[in-house]
Nanobody, 114 residues
Framework: QVQLVESGGGLVQPGGSLRLSCAAS????????MSWYRQAPGKERELVAT???????NYADSLKGRFTISRDNARNTVSLQMNSLNPEDTAVYYC????????WGQGTQVTVSS
């Protein structure tokens, strides 16, 4: 069975940094397209970043330069480095794997507040 487990969320002050991780199992991780999504209170879920099997990446335009997605195929993990955080980044962040179907983790809460 496919499992995605996010970790690394928490409370951070504006301007700070946070690194999220997603541990994956139950599928061929190295060939899967992996993404991070987020959903803020009262807003729709939005795509944050995607990393393809060859290492290529795509980002939401507003997040380019602040967020970096990476993957470690040897450890079956995908990470999201978040810098220069602001309160608008507060959301639940979800890990997504696209194989024969989409799979979702439970999410990890990120709160940016002073």
């Amino acid at each position: 069975q496919v499992q995605l487990v996010e970790s690394g969320g928490g409370l951070v002050q504006p301007g700070g940094s946070l690194r999220l991780s997603c541990a994956a199992s139950g599928f061929f991780f190295s060939s899967a397209v992996m993404s991070w999504y987020r959903q803020a209170p009262g807003k729709e879920r939005e795509l944050v970043a995607t990393i393809f099997s060859d290492g290529g990446t795509n980002y939401a335009d507003s997040l380019k330069g602040r967020f970096t997605i990476s993957r470690d195929n040897a450890r079956n993990t995908v990470s999201l480095q978040m810098n220069s955080l602001n309160p608008e980044d507060t959301a639940v962040y979800y890990c997504n794997a696209q194989t024969w179907r989409a799979h979702w983790g439970q999410g990890t809460q990120v709160t940016v507040s002073s």
